[in-house]
């Protein structure tokens, strides 16, 4: 346990080309359903030179270059992912040079079914394809040197970048040439966990350095030669458009080069930013209203409370817990969750130039090939002569998911015909989100007459996201399963378990937010499991691990959590509360540490046990889990976004506020060991961090929040 796409050319002449081509070996990954090795050919040039699942090339000069197809937000895949394909070259991760990879469908995540990153699906989707691309090319390297030494192929061995036999030796760069000729080796071998050199020890971050130097490219740093700005002044309230607008005096101050209506608003075009943005607000705007212009959170919340007397579309049904409910001693509670902000430290900005070949855009993305999309049709380009060039992100959490800050600077780019930065601004971002969906959800319990837990009915409704990005997906009445993450694989030995999903829409777009649904329901779960546990006059911890002997990975994060927080132990005048939750393959269990004085909260430590099966990186395990927690309980305590008459109420960190240092608590992260298959780390823990400290609120003050954020129901922090 550890604590914290086809040319009809041959499999050689393509070979032979992608050789001269780049001046060394380069290596694809054809898996099932994507495109062949020898259809690179067609689409090699600037931007598509890879055009199978995974490459990886290797120079004569013996660098080794990855594309990673994964956005790198402060989650580590710029150094887990090198690290799968260092591992089976033999090479040591920081000798791998990592490029962003372009939009194509080769890249495309296997679990999500677009060239996406989220869903903690990052390490899980490449654990076995790009391992394969590393052990691909050591096979041809050593086939190249065996060939050239007249030697058996098993006996050589790669080490440190070169190819070994007895005591002769060759880099990867003098055979690369001679490898890129050899056909494609069959019956590839991986490494077994047992001769890992690299994958499960702690390695130094890849993109450390160059974000302490500052070298690391965001895309706010995005500068190109001749650059202009923009600033885009959209509607105040969700849903409006622009009716008219008058621009001459913003068209006359300084700096400032165009003024022109966009899809999204209407934007200013200036020598800078500040240019841009000062012009903006002496725009003449009238804004037609939309449907929202009555919107206001009481109306969402009464809509949620109507909608949720319905029945939903069925999720899970063991047993008749209705007849179990009739019968047994019944007790029920709902929880409310609201709506949040994803409130990224770099604000939303895209950077667009128009070239020979085509429109080319720098922007801090978690789907490339969407914003491909969106950027053809701005432009009336093709997608293929969209050209996308992915920069590391400045925070995701989701919300670069959206590709809404895309079109307007194609526009302005195009209309400037000048590469063109649009930035929004803070209050741009937080008032023109996607945001987190709100949710009423109800839980009903029945006992029997002994007081064993008999029954459990789970009834969720909130609006589906998954109905808008993917409407296939939720089509003749299958249900949104991002809806219903951690409710539907309740975990604990109950007889009669029904779970229901209402989707009820609330006249706005929501988007996936860190840990999506897991978040909501997770909260409703658990604290309904701590208030039964309270009805059955047991302990919380106790009564949950009775019902879990038969999910060992459940238990053993609950034992190791209680087990490490001092469970029953806590010190004089502070409260546990526990919790515990299954997400994206990966297992967690919470022990919250309060006190409560008068009305004054502190939460003064978290205790996380971890179980994400067979771990790359575990300095990035533990990060993701310190930074999940710290995210979690922001949320928890403070977040909530307010809207009356159409307008989002909250504008910057003023009164979106997040947690501050002094505020932080001890985080401690147990880790335990396991050969299970890799889960995620990008989301999990932030998920269980409500229901742990609300349940610790109850045991300090018999007072049970069943609406967040904590600060509104009474407690200062």
Known sequence: ??????????????????????GGLVIAVYLPA????????????????????????????????????????????????????????????SSVKVEFAPPGKEYINALLGGQVTGGSTSVRDAWEKLRMAGAEARMRLIGAAAKEWGAPPQSCSVADGYVVFTSRRKSFGELAEAAAALPKPENVQLKTRNEFRYIGKPQKRLDTPAKVDGSAQFGIDTRLPGMLYA??????????????????????????????????????????????????????????????????????????????????????????????????????????????????????????????????????????????????????????????????????????????????????????NKPVKLVWTREDDMTHDKYRPPARNTLSAAFESGGKLDAVKIHLVAPSITARWFPAAVANGAVDPFAVEAAHNFPYDVPNVYVDYLQHEIGIDVGYWRSVSHALNCFSVESFMDELAYEAKLDPYEFRRAMLDKQPR???????????????????????????????????????????????????????????????????????????????????????????????????????????????????????????????????ATAVVAPAVCNAIYAATRKRIRALPIAKQGFTV
């Open 1 to 22: 346990m550890m604590r914290s796409r086809h040319n009809d050319i041959s499999r050689r002449s393509f070979l032979k080309t992608a050789a001269t081509a780049t």
């Open 34 to 93: 994507c495109s062949k090795p020898e259809e690179a050919a067609k689409n090699a040039g600037p931007a598509k030179q890879i055009t199978a699942n995974a490459w990886l090339k290797i120079g004569t000069d013996g660098s080794i270059t990855m594309l990673c197809d994964r956005s790198e937000m402060g989650q580590g895949v710029y150094t887990a992912l090198p690290t799968l394909i260092a591992e089976e070259l033999g090479v040591a991760p």
């Open 231 to 416: 600033a885009l002044a959209q509607p105040p309230e969700l849903g409006a458009t622009v009716k008219s607008f008058k621009g001459e005096a913003a068209q006359g101050m300084p700096g400032v080069r165009h003024v022109l209506q966009t899809s999204s608003g209407v934007a200013v075009i200036a020598d800078s930013f500040w240019q841009a943005h000062q012009a903006r607000d002496a725009l003449q705007i009238e804004w037609e209203p939309g449907k929202n212009a009555k919107l206001t959170n009481a109306s969402i919340s009464a809509g949620l409370r109507s909608a949720a007397s319905g029945k939903g579309k069925e999720v899970r049904k063991d047993g008749d817990a209705e007849a179990a409910l009739k019968s047994g001693r019944r007790f029920e509670q709902t929880y409310e969750l609201p709506m949040l902000a994803h409130a990224t430290l770099e604000p939303q900005n895209c950077t667009v130039e128009f070239r020979d070949d085509g429109c080319h855009v720098y922007a801090p993305t978690q789907v490339q090939q969407l914003v491909q999309a969106v950027a053809a049709q701005a432009s009336g380009l093709p997608p293929e002569k969209v050209f996308v060039h992915t920069t590391f992100l400045g925070g995701g959490f989701g919300r670069r998911l959206e590709a809404d800050f895309v079109p307007a600077a194609v526009e302005c780019a195009k209309a400037a």
């Open 554 to 684: 459940w238990q053993m994060v609950l034992d190791t959590a209680a087990r490490k927080a001092g469970w029953g132990h806590a010190p004089s005048g502070h409260h546990h509360g526990i919790a515990l939750m299954s997400g994206y393959d990966t297992y967690v269990a919470q022990v919250a540490e309060v006190s409560v004085q008068g009305n004054q909260l502190k939460v003064h430590r978290i205790v996380c046990a971890i179980d994400c099966g067979q771990m790359v990186n575990p300095d990035i395990v533990h990060a993701q889990a310190e930074g999940s927690i710290v995210f979690g309980l922001t949320a928890a305590l403070f977040s909530e976004i307010n809207i009356a008459n159409g307008r989002v109420k909250e504008q910057n960190f003023d009164d979106y506020r997040l947690l501050r240092m002094n505020e932080s608590p001890q985080i401690d992260v147990y880790v335990v060991n396991s050969t299970e298959k890799p889960g995620g780390m990008g989301e999990p």
